[in-house]
């Protein structure tokens, strides 16, 4: 996928996304609960993966100890 049909698609998105939204308030409530679900669902995912990033990528990584059996006495 080159980078001006990405960027295509992700307007094309954008925009029913947002004719989605316009039509929400004339919605009935079975469609604006499923909207919300899925909104509900989509922002989880994000928030996990940026969560999950900034815990492993923001700390540098330093040098690992060696870790050796303990021998019986």
């Known amino acids: 996928m080159t980078a001006s049909s990405f960027v295509e698609e ?12 316009q ?22 995912v994000v928030l996990l993966l940026l969560v999950a990033c900034s815990c492993c990528c923001a700390q540098p990584r330093g040098r690992k100890a060696q870790v050796r059996p303990v ?3």
Do not use: C, H, N, Y
């Open 10 to 21: 992700m307007r094309l998105v954008g925009e029913r996304l947002l004719r989605k939204l």
């Open 23 to 44: 039509r929400l308030p004339q919605a009935e409530p079975v469609e604006i609960v499923a909207f919300s679900v899925l909104l509900l669902f989509t922002a989880t």
């Open 71 to 73: 021998t019986p006495p």
